[in-house]
Nanobody, 113 residues
Framework: QVQLVESGGGLVQAGGSLRLSCAASGIFFGITTMAWYRQAPGKQRELVARITYGHATEYSDSVKGRFSCSRDNAKNIIYLQMNSLKPEDTAVYYC???????WGQGTQVTVSS
């Protein structure tokens, strides 16, 4: 059974940092490209960052230089380190198994100004 469980969201002031985690089970994690997406109220879900099994990363222009995505293939976990947070980063953040198209339940990130 595929499970993706995000954690680490919360309320933070602008300029602050948060680290999200996504624990995966039931997938071939070591060969799977994983990704972080986010969805703000009234907006479409958008890609934030993607990481291949070989640790190659790509980021949306809006977070480049502020967010960093990493993975621990031994623990089946991916991370999203978010620095210099802005109010416009407020959204529900989801992790996704890009190979199977499965989503986690999401974790809320709220950045106050």
């Amino acid at each position: 059974q595929v499970q993706l469980v995000e954690s680490g969201g919360g309320l933070v002031q602008a300029g602050g940092s948060l680290r999200l985690s996504c624990a995966a089970s039931g997938i071939f994690f070591g060969i799977t490209t994983m990704a972080w997406y986010r969805q703000a109220p009234g907006k479409q879900r958008e890609l934030v960052a993607r990481i291949t099994y070989g640790h190659a990363t790509e980021y949306s222009d809006s977070v480049k230089g502020r967010f960093s995505c990493s993975r621990d293939n031994a623990k089946n976990i991916i991370y999203l380190q978010m620095n210099s947070l802005k109010p416009e980063d407020t959204a529900v953040y989801y992790c996704k198994d890009e190979r199977l198209g499965r989503w986690g339940q999401g974790t809320q990130v709220t950045v106050s100004s």
